[in-house]
């Protein structure tokens, strides 16, 4: 029964410790070993990474100050070849290889890891220990280093592990990782002044040189150099981008294509400042001579130029001006007829509660299509006819003939991604067909308002809802807008005008007559071969549409389709007040029967017609019709297991339906009714509902914008927030986009075909020294790496001159064992 165990494999907490310094050794110890840090433990390495950074942290705290204990990795890419460490000597031959390669890079440059480290020294995993408050007392430095290389010799951490210390804004570390034979220590200075000793190549390589511990060959240490100039006065580079927000005010002919035109980028200059680097990639240490009183390092004959631009940190956009102005009357209440001193004349007193006859007065672009004036006082508005027309041509282009802007034959919806995977800008926004007519209503909207403020917003808004109005008395549909009944997918409004032309459709097939009919009448007209009939016979049936194939009653009659009334569109806003309508409800058993009873409101109607359509008909008869899954074959038809529950709705809705063809029921949509609030709600907006309705499409009008311009997806997917929280996310996205495109565009008016951050070919650098006359200011900021390998591994020292100074150094020296 007794096993071998062997007393390695188990990790022996140590119950004797008394002070705080060794209760903090312990805690170092206890975290690493439930990483999995150990070197016997480490999880195997991955030879391909992403770009990603996993991080888990541990709170500890030793003499009142709290710190973070923190591990970093790099992101291995799935379903690669994972190599897994055989020894420690693979472990230092990993970090001795990161090392070496890094000192390719520059100090400046970014991974995307918390802390530079992992760029300065070549890290794909380290630990990080790091204070709330700055660590600048001495002692308290020498206990934490002290205790640190304590816990991982004593649990031998195959990562190396650092220390951050001074001022967190210095960004000073210390670091140290140890196998066996081999120490490497990673040091940090930083100076607020140059060292007059460290301020030249020559300085940098005596001070090299003396931190190494053993030999090394003569001219072995390889250096890679970096001057960094700002350009700031460039006249070439002027930056001359076209102001179109209000051109389209000012012409003599209204042209569309100035109106549609969203003005995209920055105005001003955005480029603060760019910036050269003169980049030597690699010499020896003989090549070049820089020494405090002779320098051979000329940055016109450096091997490489790259070119990163800095911009303003203000950048005032264009696009997103003008939608932070609509966005800024979110929040106002007042009414946006009451800008136009309507409300009173337009019956909008109590907007919440009162449905309002239609105007007396009625859209200018009505009167201009008729011919016909009228006697009525005519509203004038702040927007002249002459601006004024052209636009409502434009949004209602049926109004005149042989328009110049008339709407697609097809109105589809985008997807919400396009070919392929790529994802497009606010995607998860709302909108409605492009180019469609809540689509141009929107951009001359924003236009307008950016034109001339509220009172322009309120004028277009008021004439929209005019031609509304005159449409629905005279049944003309609403151009631009997709067939069908409302689709969730789009935005509110379009679905409002949706509504209002499945109503027109209603009325004209037949409905309920005019406008001016009252919307109580509960029944339809009767059919010409019914109208003669007082009463409908229970026995004969009525409303028949088709026979159902051979199908069969339980009775042995044939089955017939009745004829039915189509289910009662409805927009996002109303499904939402029925939805709290059934909450408000309550739980009891009376408001349980009424929720069914509103519930079945569209089965009842079915029912009634399938009785009339086919008399002596049961209820498993119309279940085989209207839900074949719920019905059984078995002598000659019955209910399905589902059906048989109790307390089935279907059950008690078909015993109180009556025979009653679709032509004399109650109508399920009174599209009078619908009409006159559909055109209510959009009269009685206040200025923020407003916005809210036109927002959506302006946003998705700036996205293909800015797509247009060159800008890409970030891939946002949100979900589960409220329409204002999106809109602002949007907004967000948006502005990003369009800062970035100042950016591309920045670039390419400096760089040519070159990419920022890449080297300059011949034609680039021509062009940035002409740009600067020929001649370069004083380097702002100078870098140097130098690195040898010795008998024990690589030796890297990195310095980056400024205003101030920083020394990074990675040196690796033999333990020697007493």
Wanted: one cysteine or more; charged letters at 25%; glycine letters at 6%.
């Amino acid at each position: 029964m007794n096993e071998e165990i062997d007393e390695y494999d188990i990790y022996h907490q140590d119950f004797t410790t008394v002070s705080e310094w060794e209760v903090f050794v312990a805690r170092l110890e206890e975290v690493i070993n439930e990483w999995h840090l150990t070197k016997s433990k480490l999880p195997k390495r991955s030879s391909e990474y992403t770009k990603k950074w996993i991080t888990k942290s541990e709170d500890i705290k030793l003499r009142g100050i709290h710190f973070t204990l923190s591990y970093h990795m790099l992101e291995p890419v799935k379903n690669t070849n994972e190599v897994e460490y055989s020894d420690d000597q693979s472990l230092l031959s990993d970090l001795q290889k990161g090392l070496w390669e890094s000192a390719s890079n520059f100090m400046d440059d970014v991974d995307g890891s918390p802390f530079p480290v992992s760029n300065w020294f070549g890290l794909k995993r380290y630990l990080m220990l790091c204070s709330s408050s700055p660590l600048v007392e001495g002692s308290i430095i020498k206990l934490v280093m002290s205790s640190v290389n304590i816990a991982i010799g004593n649990v031998e951490c195959g990562v190396p592990l650092f220390v951050k210390i001074r001022e967190h804004w210095q960004n000073v570390y210390l670091g140290v990782y140890e196998d066996n034979d081999y120490k490497t220590s990673f040091d940090t200075i930083h100076l607020k002044r140059i060292s007059n000793h460290c301020s030249h190549l020559s300085g940098l390589m005596s001070l090299f040189k003396s931190k190494i511990a053993s030999p090394i060959a003569l001219d072995a240490v390889l250096v890679s150099t970096k001057l960094c100039f700002e350009l700031k006065d460039y006249e070439t580079f002027l930056w001359k981008q076209r102001n179109n927000s209000n051109e389209f005010l000012s012409i003599d002919e209204f042209d569309v294509k100035e109106l549609t035109d969203l003005p995209f980028g920055a105005e001003n200059n955005p480029i603060q400042s760019a910036c050269l680097n003169a980049i030597w990639p690699q010499f020896r240490e003989s090549a070049i001579v820089d020494s405090s009183i002779y320098s051979d390092i000329d940055p016109i004959m450096a091997p490489t130029w790259t070119i990163t631009i800095k911009l303003r940190n203000n950048i005032q956009c264009q696009l997103s001006g003008i939608i932070d102005k609509m966005m800024s009357l979110l929040d106002e209440r007042n009414l946006l007829m009451d800008i136009l001193g309507l409300s009173k004349s337009l019956g909008l007193v109590n907007p919440l509660h009162k449905i309002t006859e239609a105007p007396i007065t009625i859209s200018k672009l009505v009167k201009a299509a008729i011919g016909q004036g009228t006697s009525v006082t005519e509203f004038v508005g702040p927007i002249t006819d002459d601006l004024l027309m052209p636009l409502l041509y434009y949004v209602f282009p049926d109004a005149i003939e042989n328009s110049n802007f008339p709407y697609p034959d097809r109105l589809d919806l985008e997807s919400k991604q396009s070919e392929g995977s790529e994802s497009k800008l606010c995607s998860y926004v709302k909108a409605s067909p492009k180019d469609g007519l809540v689509w141009r209503l929107s951009v001359t909207a924003i236009r307008l308002l950016d034109a001339g403020g509220l009172p322009y917003l309120a004028h277009i808004w008021y004439e929209f809802v005019q031609e509304l109005q005159y449409r629905w008395e005279h049944r003309i549909l609403l151009p631009g807008v997709a067939e069908g009944p409302p689709n969730a997918r789009t935005c509110l409004l379009h679905q409002k005008l949706q509504l209002l032309n499945c109503c027109v459709r209603r009325v004209s097939q037949g409905g309920v007559g005019g406008a001016g009919n009252s919307s109580e009448d509960e029944f339809y007209d009767c059919s010409e071969g019914e109208a003669g009939e007082d009463q409908l016979p229970w026995d004969r049936p009525v409303g028949r549409l088709a026979r159902l194939g051979n199908e069969t009653l339980k009775n042995g009659a044939p089955l017939y389709v009745p004829r039915t009334q189509d289910p009662a569109p409805k927009t996002e806003d109303q499904l939402e007040e029925d939805a709290e309508l059934m909450v408000r409800l309550g739980d009891d058993a009376k408001a349980s029967e009424l929720r069914a009873r509103m519930m079945s409101a569209s089965l009842l109607s079915d029912m009634e017609a399938f009785k009339a359509a086919n008399p002596g008909a049961e209820l498993s008869d119309f279940v085989h019709w209207y839900s074949p899954r719920d019905w059984k074959p078995d002598d000659g038809g019955s209910l399905g297991d589902r059906m048989l529950l109790p307390g089935n709705p279907w059950v008690e809705a078909w015993n109180v339906a009556r025979p009653v063809p679709a032509s004399r029921q109650r109508r399920l949509f009174d599209e009078t009714r619908e009409a006159e609030q559909v055109l209510h709600f959009l009269r009685s907006r206040t200025t923020g509902a407003v916005v809210e309705l036109l927002l959506p499409a302006v946003l998705k009008a700036g996205a293909l914008k800015a797509m247009a311009e060159g800008a890409t997806s970030n891939g946002s997917n949100i979900g589960g927030v409220d329409k204002r929280r999106t809109f602002e996310i949007a907004a967000r996205e948006l502005f990003e986009a369009e800062k970035e495109s100042c950016r591309s565009a920045c670039v390419r008016k400096i760089l040519g075909s070159s990419a920022e951050g890449k080297p300059l070919d011949v034609a680039g650098r021509t062009r940035v020294l002409n740009a600067v006359g020929d001649s370069l200011p004083a380097p702002f900021r100078k870098e140097f790496t130098l690195r040898v390998k010795d008998a024990v591994g690589p030796q890297v020292l990195r310095a980056a001159l400024a205003t101030d100074m920083t020394l990074v150094g990675a040196f690796t020296e033999r333990i020697v064992c007493l």
